[in-house]
Structure formats: C-alpha cells, structure tokens
C-alpha cells in the first residue's frame, strides 16, 4: 500500500507531533518548511516560545505518529520519502510492507 501526503497533511502531521510532546494543543504549535534545492527538507517549529529546527527523519517521525494515532497503522513497517514538487511543494510516499 501506498500514501500520498501533501504538504498540509505533512503540517498537521508535525503540528500534532510537537503538540503531543509539548502536552499543547496543535493550534499552539507554528511550523514552516524550509527548503533549498538540492538540500534536506526541514521545518522550524515554535511552540512554548521555544524553537526547534526538525529534519527529514524528525518529519518522518511526525508521519508515523499521525497515521498511527489516528489511523492505526503500524508504523514499524513503513517506510517515508519526502520530497519537494514544484507545484505542489513539499510531499510524502509512505508506503507499508
């Protein structure tokens, strides 16, 4: 199986991640993706006035955690590609087992 994520599912899917380890709410949890071409995608989150600068894995991290919490999916046998589209900017694969 196969998962398309653009990048506002990939938002959610951080702003909850953070939210849930910061003990906030999401809507509490300010993010932006930061990419150059060429380079790893990463996304500066703020929350509690604090700033923390999250890498691929640490995306991919948020990922598993969305799809787990919310949709049960065992994230032990997933695998994450994240990447950037010109049109339809930063995306993610997630395929299973």
């Known amino acids: 199986m196969k998962i398309y994520l653009n990048e506002q599912d990939?938002?959610?899917?951080?702003?909850?991640?953070?939210a849930d380890l910061e003990r906030i709410n999401p809507e509490s949890v300010?993010?932006?993706?930061q990419y150059e071409e060429g380079e790893e995608i990463f996304c500066?989150?703020?929350?509690?006035?604090q700033h923390f600068l999250y890498n691929e894995q640490r995306i991919?991290?948020?990922i598993g955690f969305l799809l787990?919490?919310?949709?049960n999916f065992l994230t032990n046998t997933m695998e994450v590609e994240i990447g950037f589209?010109?049109?339809?900017?930063?995306?993610?694969?997630v395929?299973?087992?």
Request: proline letters at 0%; one cysteine or more.
């Open 10 to 18: 990939i938002a959610n899917a951080v702003c909850l991640f953070v």
């Open 30 to 33: 300010q993010m932006e993706f």
């Open 44 to 49: 500066a989150v703020n929350a509690r006035g």
């Open 60 to 62: 991919s991290d948020a």
């Open 68 to 71: 787990e919490a919310e949709h």
């Open 85 to 93: 589209e010109e049109q339809d900017g930063i995306i993610a694969f």
């Open 95 to 97: 395929t299973f087992d």
